[in-house]
């Protein structure tokens, strides 16, 4: 549940809802720079601003710390609400509400930042993938999620790179108070020396057997493999078409 | 329910590398005279040559057969693969 400042909820009930006249007039006189009306404006809608914090709110966010952040939304509508084009201040109001939410949550989110529209498209993502999962039965493609959504694939691929969630080693995790970085098997060499040892003289050993090939078999092993010995030598390593293309 | 297969061939896509008839080809050119089954044999005869090292190296017998089943395994020609593309890195 969501607890709610004591200063917000006594601004609340000292704010009743405004009429669609009375909120004309204030918008009126807070355009001309009226601050008491401007004031009156804005306390008078902060019912919106919780009403769209709580719809936003997730746990790893404050929620009054959202509020706060909801609340720089709301006054900057105030600030650019244009009574005279005859629409309802709620209406204008929620955009920017919403907006700074959004923003707000985005920066909480992750380690790093990622623009708020990337993680919007982020989510129209899922969206689609889990949807034409349910109808096809398989996971889709970059291509096919690129062509439902009207982006293109290269786009999308970057998107998804882009807000890959990233866990911290030291992060407590919910089952137990060990952290990732206790459950992580150690594979310095410190750890299990006798292994370490044996890996590296299986290796000795096989690089050594690898002398014994002749220049013949080496060269068609490598050459099979796609193992470039020298990156200028098209002779003996031609260019495929894709990289002829990519050149 | 598919059954889940062990990996049967070894693809030279994973590599970028060539098929037979091209290293056939390349290997013409350069005056090795062969064909696209010369060309699998050496390679085979090359891992061939690897697994009896190490296999002698670690006092191990196998039988000529043996040694061509492993030589031939994807998995051992991946390892052996990845091993000189090591090497390479470390010239």
Redesign the interface.
């Known amino acids: 549940m969501t607890l709610l400042n004591k200063e917000f909820s006594d601004i609340i009930k000292n704010n009743p809802l405004l009429t669609k006249i009375q909120e004309f007039e204030l918008s009126k006189k807070a355009k001309n720079g009226d601050l008491k009306a401007r004031q009156k404006l804005v306390e008078s809608n902060y019912r919106l601003v919780i009403s769209i914090s709580k719809k936003y709110h997730r746990n790893n966010v404050d929620f009054n710390d959202l509020l706060q952040e909801s609340s720089t939304g709301l006054l900057k509508a105030v600030d650019r609400f244009d009574p005279d084009l005859g629409y309802k201040f709620s209406t204008y109001a929620c955009w920017w509400i919403k907006q700074a939410a959004l923003s707000y949550i985005n920066e909480q989110t992750g380690s790093f930042k990622v623009p708020t529209h990337s993680r919007m498209l982020y989510s129209k993502i899922r969206h689609k993938v889990d949807q034409l999962e349910l109808e096809t039965g398989k996971k889709p493609t970059i291509k096919q999620v690129a062509e439902a959504l009207e982006e293109s694939p290269k786009k999308i691929a970057y998107t998804v790179k882009a807000n890959k969630q990233s866990i911290s080693y030291d992060a407590d995790t919910s089952e137990d108070v060990l952290s990732l970085k206790d459950k992580l098997p150690d594979e310095s060499f410190y750890s299990n020396p006798a292994d370490v040892l044996e890996k590296k003289e299986l ?1 000795r ?6 002398q ?3 220049p ?14 020298d990156p200028g030598n098209t ?4 260019l ?1 078409q894709e990289m002829k293309d990519y050149l | 329910m598919k059954a889940v297969r062990n990996k049967k061939y070894v693809t ?1 896509n994973n ?4 098929d ?1 008839r ?2 056939a080809n ?2 013409t050119s ?1 005056g ?1 005279k062969m064909n696209h089954n010369t ?1 699998r044999n ?2 085979t ?3 061939c ?2 697994v009896k ?2 296999s002698s ?2 006092g191990v017998k196998y039988s000529a057969e043996e040694i061509k089943r492993i030589a031939q395994s994807p998995d051992f ?1 991946d390892s ?2 990845e ?3 090591g ?2 890195n470390e010239k």
């Open positions: 290796m050993i096989i690089k050594q057997n690898l014994k090939l002749s013949k078999e080496d060269k068609i092993i490598r050459l099979r493999f796609g193992l470039e010995e002779t003996d390593f031609p495929t | 030279t590599y970028n590398g060539q037979y091209t290293i390349i290997m350069s090795d060309v050496i390679i005869r090359g891992f040559k690897v090292g190490i190296d670690y020609q052996i693969v091993i000189m593309k090497g390479l």
